[in-house]
């Protein structure tokens, strides 16, 4: 059982996961990503992806956000993980895009601990296979 809204959950699972490594892709939630699976052979055999903007699906400022991204980085550089920048949009209900991170080499459990500190709802985890799960963290 989630605290989240089964609507906003939805919107989650059909977002789009930008990656804006060299080149560009898009992962989205249970479909498999061979770019994906590349970079995990490359870096470390997981990744996450996530964000530090909008903490609850509570709409910031832009300079909040910003500045909420700028730790975060510096949280995912303090514990090793490769950071490659992304944007999390939904395709179609307005909601703008959240700039987001993908983080190679980061464990389940330091993922979750940062979603949990920069106050999100859910991250995606990537796992070996390059499918990425939605992970709800309340």
């Known amino acids: 059982m989630s605290e989240i809204d089964p609507a ?10 930008r ?3 060299t080149p560009a892709f898009t992962l989205q939630i249970g479909v498999e990503s061979k770019e ?3 970079l995990h052979r490359l870096h470390g055999g997981t990744s996450a992806f996530l964000t530090a903007c909008n903490p609850y699906s509570q709409q910031l400022s ?14 995912l550089v303090a514990e090793g993980c490769v950071v490659i920048d992304g944007v999390g ?27 949990k500190k ?3 709802n859910a991250i995606l985890l990537n796992l070996a296979a390059g499918k990425p799960e939605l992970v709800l963290l309340r």
């Open 62 to 75: 832009e300079a909040e956000n910003i500045a909420r991204q700028e730790n975060l980085r510096a949280d």
């Open 36 to 38: 994906l699976r590349e």
């Open 19 to 21: 990656v804006n490594a």
């Open 89 to 115: 949009q939904h395709p179609s209900n307005g909601w703008p895009g959240e700039p987001s991170f993908l983080a190679l080499n980061i464990s389940f459990s330091l993922a979750r601990a940062l979603g």
């Open 8 to 17: 906003l959950i939805e919107c989650y699972r059909s977002t789009l996961y």
């Open 118 to 120: 920069y106050e999100q």
